[in-house]
């Protein structure tokens, strides 16, 4: 059977918490994937990058996806890819939801990959 598949929309689950990430969003979006990359769920993490993200590199553990265009239209395109495996997206995005629900994507909001503030 093949591992799950968490797909994180890393401007959602940054923005959630106002703690100063839009003076360095690529800083941001490196510190999620790295937390990211510290679960031990066995489960397959694709990081959804966009705009001034789209540098941060994949780690053991977490690839990242730089969306060419929009984040959520790339997060959509995964789900849809996915479709045949158990595949949760991480957002709070409530179009978004309603989107890669069509695809049978099940969705958690962000505080399930960020820590307690």
């Not at 969306?67 to 179009?95: F, H, K, M, N, Q």
Request: charged fraction near 30%; proline fraction near 6%.
């Amino acid at each position: 059977m093949e591992k799950s598949v968490l797909i994180v929309d890393a401007a959602n689950v940054v923005g959630s918490v106002p703690d100063g990430w839009w003076r360095d969003r690529r800083g941001a979006a490196e510190r999620l994937r790295d937390r990211l990359a510290a679960r031990d769920a066995g489960e397959e993490i694709v990081l959804v990058v966009e705009g001034a993200a789209r540098g941060v590199e994949s780690v053991p553990g977490v690839r990242v996806d730089p969306a060419p265009g929009s984040g959520d239209d790339r997060i959509v395109e995964l789900a849809a890819a996915y479709g045949d495996r158990d595949c949760v997206v991480v957002t709070a995005d409530r179009e978004l939801r309603a989107r890669v629900g069509a695809y049978g994507a099940r969705c958690v909001g962000p505080r399930a990959v960020r820590p307690p503030d």
